[in-house]
């Protein structure tokens, strides 16, 4: 709750009456203004619907978990989940897996990945896709990111000359943004790479006419916690290549004849002999996971609407007050629709690193828990991923994440809410920035 709105006085009050003020040895809070303060817990989830709870409580009745217990004609609940995710994403096929981690790792392996073998992908992801790299058996080779927080398709083009052992280019839509894909399909195609998509984060965003996913020849989807479906954890593996989708079936769990339990995947004349030449690593999504997925399904696009009217307004208001301190991510031509379900923001050079952990500092001093990319612990710098560390410098990317800033918006939230977001994050700015008598 804001205790106490900032009059406009307030909010134009000179660096030199700031200064002048007490300030806390902890944060450089000024004790004589006041301010805004979150009292919502930012790791908020979006909820289970009550269709999904009654849904997952009607399955615990009849034991009926396992992926393949089902009676004669009927389908899993995982089977209908699938249906209705490839409905919504336009996609063929379908494989609900455990996590989105294994659907990466299965987008490799089943697109001929060989032990050894270098990736391209973006400097600037999540550590869980290196993790699936290396999971897979291969090599990650990182692709400069920008101030947009995309892949550079500079930098991919140089390094798929660099690297013309590469085979496979796995893009990563990083907190749902979106580089140029034709540009990274046209060059995919030149260099004779396989091109994937990371679409974890980009459920609901469409690339012209098509969802997310279908530049590449399969794509991941997440339902993590955080993601716009909640399974606590889960993935689904999507895909127009016949071939792929019978891979991964099998590796996910289809032994003997169980492929024909399955409905999103292509008929018996696909599967021949993999049941027995490929592996069973049993990855497949749990019926009960599944039946607290698919009512949110429904939700999605109502939901989206909500996330980005917050955001846009949540935009106006730090551009009309700090605007000239910040850069915000542009989207890339081409995006016709995206899914903002949190805030990223660029500190202008002006911030040096102490300004940045000051403005940090102020935020979770009054209830925000705002992120740096590049912060020496965070899982999305990859200087931390030491499985699979970058042999070659990234100064473009490293630059974007010593002061790129990263902040959730719970769909659960109430407006005001994010009234109190916007007003921690433009005043612990304007401290910081009086504090160090910066314009």
């Not at 993601?227 to 996910?252: C, H, P, R, Y």
């Not at 955001?311 to 009309?320: F, I, M, S, T």
Request: proline share 4%; with cysteine.
């Amino acid at each position: 709750m804001k205790f106490s709105l900032l009059t406009l006085a307030t909010v134009l009050i000179s660096a030199d009456a700031l200064l002048s003020n007490p300030v806390s040895s902890k944060a450089g809070v000024a004790k004589d203004v006041d301010r805004a303060y979150v009292t919502r817990d930012i790791k908020t989830p979006d909820p289970v619907p009550v269709e999904g709870q009654q849904a997952a409580l009607e399955l615990m009745k009849t034991g009926r978990l396992y992926r393949y217990n089902v009676k004669a004609g009927e389908d899993s609940v995982v089977s209908l989940c699938e249906e209705e995710i490839a409905k919504y994403t336009g996609f063929d096929y379908c494989v609900a897996l455990n996590s989105c981690g294994s659907a990466l790792m299965l987008l490799l392996k089943t697109t001929g990945l060989e032990h050894g073998q270098k990736v391209l992908s973006n400097a600037f992801t999540f550590g869980a896709v290196p993790s699936a790299i290396e999971h897979a058996g291969g090599k990650a080779v990182y692709v400069e990111s920008n101030m947009d927080h995309v892949i550079s398709v500079a930098d991919l083009e140089k390094k798929l000359i660099a690297n013309p052992d590469c085979n496979h280019v796995l893009i990563s839509h990083m907190r749902g943004k979106v580089a140029d894909m034709t540009a990274i399909k046209n060059l995919c195609d030149e260099h004779g790479a396989v091109l994937l998509e990371d679409c974890a984060h980009s459920l609901g965003v469409r690339w012209g006419d098509k969802h997310t996913g279908h530049m590449g020849k399969a794509c991941a989807v997440s339902s993590q916690s955080y993601k716009m479906i909640n399974s606590g954890e889960g993935g689904f593996l999507l895909t127009n290549d016949a071939e792929i989708a019978a891979q991964t079936a099998v590796i996910a769990g289809a032994y003997e004849g169980l492929a024909g339990k399955h409905k999103m995947v292509p008929g018996p004349e696909a599967f021949g002999t993999k049941p027995v030449d490929l592996p069973n690593y049993s990855i497949r999504m749990s019926n009960l996971a599944a039946a607290v997925v698919r009512p949110q399904i429904k939700t999605l696009d109502e939901r989206i609407e909500k996330y980005n009217n917050r955001y846009y307004a949540l935009v106006e208001k730090l551009e009309a007050a700090v605007g000239d301190h910040i850069i915000m991510p542009q989207l890339t031509p081409g995006v016709t629709q995206m899914v903002h379900d949190s805030v990223q923001i660029n500190l202008k050079p002006k911030f040096t690193e102490e300004m940045i952990q000051e403005f940090l500092d102020e935020c979770i001093a009054h209830g925000l828990p705002v992120e740096l990319f590049g912060h020496k612990s965070n899982a999305r710098n990859f200087v931390n991923w030491g499985f699979a560390p970058a042999e070659d410098p990234l100064p473009e990317t490293a630059d974007m994440l010593s002061r790129a800033v990263d902040c959730r918006m719970p769909l659960m939230w109430d407006d005001e809410d994010f009234d109190d977001m916007a007003n921690v994050l433009i005043e612990s700015m304007q401290v910081v920035l009086a504090k160090h008598n910066v314009e």
